[in-house]
């Protein structure tokens, strides 16, 4: 059973990310404000979760909620200042956007990049301990799901309504047949020793050297 809160005399806001290991896609991030009482039993880390669960509980979150947002920072800006600083850059965003502001942060993870001068603490495997963090992850997940479900319509070839811009073996196969599109991720050095299109909307443009499969960079 999810933990109700860290401190019970400060208000507090859990924050997650999605979609920090896609090759495709921005990274998306929440920062939610709960109730002390707020329960739900099918609330979860969102990766545990059914999609139809995780669709469920959305709007009963954002109902429920005493504030919520969501904020994502897209591919280009990952590949200028990497995928860790582009996480935490999304965060600080959603907490920019919170309409009432906590006095304690929440973050699911080991690492955080202070945000102005509230205190914090982070709880490794914290979506699946706190509730404010597990609804900080279905909001994420089920907002950053919802926009590549948009972008698939424009670049069908990549399956990305069903791995949501993961490197899955159908769309790294889609990365080698129809190469890059603008929406991967340069800096994660995707794929393969050979020439191959990039495309651009639904036209190639331009022709780049790909570089072989690495481990994206944290």
Known sequence: MLLPFFHNKFCEAGLDEAGRGCFAGPVFAAAVILPKDFYHPA???SKQMK???REML???IEKECISFSVAKVDN???DRINILQASFKAMHISLNKLKYKPEFLLIDGNRFKKYKDYPHRCVIQGDGMYASIAAASVLAKTYRDEYMQKLHKRFK???WKTNMGYGTPEHRSAIEK???CKYHRRSFNIFV???SEI???DTAEEVQTMQPILRPLA
């Open 43 to 45: 609330l979860n880390d």
């Open 51 to 53: 999609k139809e669960d």
């Open 58 to 60: 959305r709007p009963i």
């Open 76 to 78: 280009e800006e990952i």
């Open 157 to 159: 070839m990549y399956a």
């Open 178 to 180: 129809h190469g890059l």
């Open 193 to 195: 020793e050979k020439f």
């Open 199 to 201: 495309i651009a909307d």
